[in-house]
């Protein structure tokens, strides 16, 4: 069973940084993608950031240019540094582990989820 934990959340003012960190354990080694997604009072959760496990990644249009996601491999932990934030970055924010065909059977077919950390941005 993958484990995900979060942390780094808290609360900022506008146009201030954080680093949130994200460390999966629990599997073998195997290839896997992970990403950052955020859930806001009353919206749905939507996609934030990704890297696969070759280091490439995507970012929402809103948050090009001020979020900056990086992975550690040998660790297992991902983290996404926030800089420049606005009051609508206030959010739930999650990370997703997902497994690749190479995992163990009981790992691969489904997407783990991390418990959330919460971002709060003041004026």
């Known amino acids: 069973q993958v484990r995900l934990v979060e942390s780094g959340g808290g609360s900022v003012q506008v146009g201030g940084s954080l680093t949130l960190s994200c460390a999966a354990a629990g599997y073998t080694y195997c290839r896997y993608d992970m990403s950052w997604h955020r859930q806001a009072p009353g919206k749905e959760r939507e996609f934030v950031a990704g890297?696969?496990?070759?280091?490439?990644?995507t970012y929402a249009d809103s948050v090009k240019g001020r979020f900056t996601i990086l992975q550690n491999i040998a660790n297992n932990t991902m983290s996404l540094r926030i800089s420049t934030l606005k009051p609508e970055d206030t959010a739930m924010y999650y990370c997703?582990?997902?497994?690749?065909?190479?995992?163990?059977?009981?790992?691969?077919?489904?997407?783990?989820w991390g418990q959330g950390t919460q971002v709060s941005v003041s004026s």
């Open positions: 997703s582990f997902s497994p690749r065909r190479n995992c163990p059977a009981a790992v691969r077919g489904r997407d783990y």
């Open positions: 890297i696969d496990f070759e280091g490439s990644t």
